[in-house]
């Protein structure tokens, strides 16, 4: 009908059989960034932020949030991560986080990467809110993919 992998002959959502698919090393890496006041930054980057340590804090909700993709996207397959890391790099105006995620397996772990990345940003702003209420989660995207049938895929540097 579509050609969409999760939907089958009539339109209908399915999750994808990956049954007949060779298990290969697997490697998403994801980014995305927070822009803040100059304020809310100083506090992130002095770790005077009344909730605690953000980056630390953030880092394990995108680990947990990694683990848990298959609960929050109905059509995920739970996956047997081997690691997830969360890094983060902070600007004048900002963070961006980068997940990574792997695993070896039958299908990818895109999913897995970007959604730790949502929720450490998520967490970035939950900690720092008090400061700055209008801090803005954009340009959340899958930046590599490796492993499976297509083999290596790399997004276009960002305008």
Avoid: N
């Avoid at 822009?35 to 953030?58: C, E, L, Y």
């Avoid at 996956?79 to 695993?103: E, H, M, N, P």
């Avoid at 897995?112 to 809110?129: Q, S, W």
């Avoid at 803005?136 to 590599?144: G, K, S």
């Amino acid at each position: 009908m579509t050609g969409l992998t999760h939907l089958d002959s009539k339109g209908q959502a399915r999750m994808v059989d990956v049954g007949g698919k060779a298990a290969t090393h697997r490697v998403a890496i994801a980014s995305g960034r927070i822009t803040m006041s100059a304020a809310a930054r100083a506090a992130i980057a002095s770790g005077t932020v009344a909730k605690g340590d953000v980056f630390a804090t953030a880092r394990i909700a995108g680990i947990m949030a990694a683990k848990r993709t298959a609960d929050l996207i109905p059509l995920c397959h739970p996956l047997g991560l081997d690691s997830v890391a969360v890094d983060f790099a902070l600007d004048d105006a900002g963070v961006t986080a980068t997940a990574t995620a792997t695993l070896t397996a039958r299908t990818g772990v895109e999913m897995e990467a970007m959604t730790a990345v949502t929720v450490a940003l998520l967490t970035i702003y939950d900690m720092a809110k008090a400061i700055d209420k209008a801090m803005v989660i954009d340009a959340v995207r899958l930046i590599e993919k490796r492993g499976g049938k297509s083999g290596i895929w790399r997004a276009e540097p960002a305008a």
